[in-house]
């Protein structure tokens, strides 16, 4: 299960639902639920063809995502990496540690301490090979 368009999408949206209500990603995961997930999932290839800011806005609106206080592109000191790139880390993180469900293993991801990591845009952590944030995912911490 390498290269999950669906999947690519689903981590996107999170990112950019994220940076819009400034919230944790893994609040957004949360708020989304796995229901929505699974639908957001299903039906990736047609949300696809919209564009990403009204996805988020019915899915910031139906699922009740408020404004937080999280900012993690202004406190970024370098160049902001565009949410689809943060949405391809968590793809391929989700594809290398996954078991039997798919969507489980995304809200695993996302409530896990990576989110932290993955979040922090003045560190190079998201720019490490997924080899290495696999290890990292399963080891529990940052790997020297």
Same mark, same amino acid.
């Given at each position: 299960m390498k290269n999950d368009i669906a999947l690519f999408y689903v981590c996107s949206l999170i990112e950019f639902i994220g940076r819009k209500q400034r919230q944790r990603r893994a609040d957004v995961a949360a708020l989304l639920g796995e229901r929505t997930l699974r639908h957001i999932y299903d039906y990736s290839d047609v949300l696809h063809c919209?564009?990403?800011? *009204? &996805?988020? +806005? $019915?899915? /910031? #609106? @139906? @699922? !009740?995502?408020?404004? !937080? =206080?999280? =900012?993690?592109?202004?406190?970024? $000191? %370098?160049?902001?990496? +565009? %949410?689809? #790139?943060? !949405?391809? &880390? %968590? $793809? *391929?993180? /989700?594809? +290398?540690?996954?078991?039997? +469900?798919? /969507? *489980? #293993?995304?809200? $695993?991801? %996302?409530?896990?301490? /990576?989110d932290a990591a993955i979040s922090n845009y003045n560190s190079d952590f998201f720019y490490q090979p997924r080899d290495y944030i696999r290890e990292c995912y399963r080891e529990g911490k940052v790997l020297e």
């Open positions: 919209e564009l990403i800011e *009204r &996805v988020a +806005d $019915e899915f /910031i #609106t @139906s @699922s !009740g995502i408020p404004v !937080g =206080d999280f =900012d993690n592109e202004s406190a970024c $000191e %370098y160049e902001v990496p +565009d %949410y689809w #790139t943060i !949405g391809e &880390v %968590y $793809e *391929r993180l /989700i594809e +290398d540690v996954c078991g039997d +469900d798919l /969507i *489980r #293993t995304l809200m $695993e991801v %996302y409530s896990s301490w /990576i």
